[in-house]
């Protein structure tokens, strides 16, 4: 079945640095695709999503594409910072309907 | 327009006896989801209903569990007879009828069960 395989971490990271998230799937069909960001103590946030090849999915200054020939959804941001800090989950959406979410990245940014 | 409600938002039992949690969708979403959290992991997916319709319970236990979504009131997630490795966040999420495959679920605070 469709599936999610993402980056686990925990990655911890300085404030302003580059950060990179890693997202691969497999699916049949073609998916849509999202990030999701929780934050402690509370539910799961859309940050951005695509929903066919080549789309760019940004918000926030995170940035993730859409890549059919590497089945990727790498999430991006330039200069990350304290207020980023939470647990980032890469998900699909595939023909079915079914919504299926990766493992969960924590990060910190520390100041 | 309220959001995806969830509740309780705490629940404890103890060993043995039956946990229910509740989620009302956002209004005109006909789609619900749940999810477990288990702590320091990541989520997984238990059922996916419509209203009276199960559409897949792929990620449900085979014993214990049961989750419905009747024509009218909330979305029940019923665990019977819980035991210590059922404590975990459930999350709820709902999306729309149409355009599914560009849905946004959104999510409500999630119903966290302790188990003592």
């Known amino acids: 079945g469709d599936s999610v395989t993402q980056m686990e971490g925990p990655v911890t990271l300085s404030e302003e640095a580059f950060l990179t998230i890693n997202c691969t799937y497999t699916a049949t069909g073609y998916p849509s695709l999202f990030w999701y960001v929780q934050y402690p103590g509370e539910g799961l946030q859309l940050l951005l999503k695509?929903?066919?090849?080549?789309d760019k999915g940004s918000n926030k200054g995170f940035e993730a594409t859409y890549r059919k020939e590497t089945t990727s959804f790498h999430l991006e941001k330039g200069s990350v910072q304290v207020s980023d800090s939470a647990v980032y989950f890469c998900?699909?959406?595939?023909?079915?309907?079914?919504?299926?979410f990766g493992a969960g990245t924590r990060l910190t940014v520390k100041p | 327009n309220a959001g995806v409600m969830q509740n309780p938002r705490h629940l404890v039992r103890r060993r043995g006896q039956e946990a229910r949690l509740r989620c009302s969708p956002m209004k005109g979403h006909s789609h619900v989801y749940w999810y477990r959290q288990l702590p320091e992991e990541g989520l997984k997916f238990m059922v996916y209903?419509?209203?009276?319709?199960?559409?897949?319970e792929s990620g449900m236990p085979k014993e214990r569990f049961s989750a419905e979504f009747p024509k009218e009131g909330p979305s029940i997630l019923r665990i019977q007879q819980v035991v210590r490795g059922d404590s975990a966040a459930y999350f709820c999420a709902s999306s729309p009828l149409q355009a599914a495959r560009a849905n946004v679920l959104t999510f409500g605070a999630g119903s966290r069960l302790t188990v003592l």
């Open positions: 209903l419509q209203k009276e319709n199960i559409i897949d």
């Open positions: 998900a699909l959406m595939g023909d079915n309907n079914d919504m299926r």
């Open positions: 695509a929903t066919k090849a080549d």
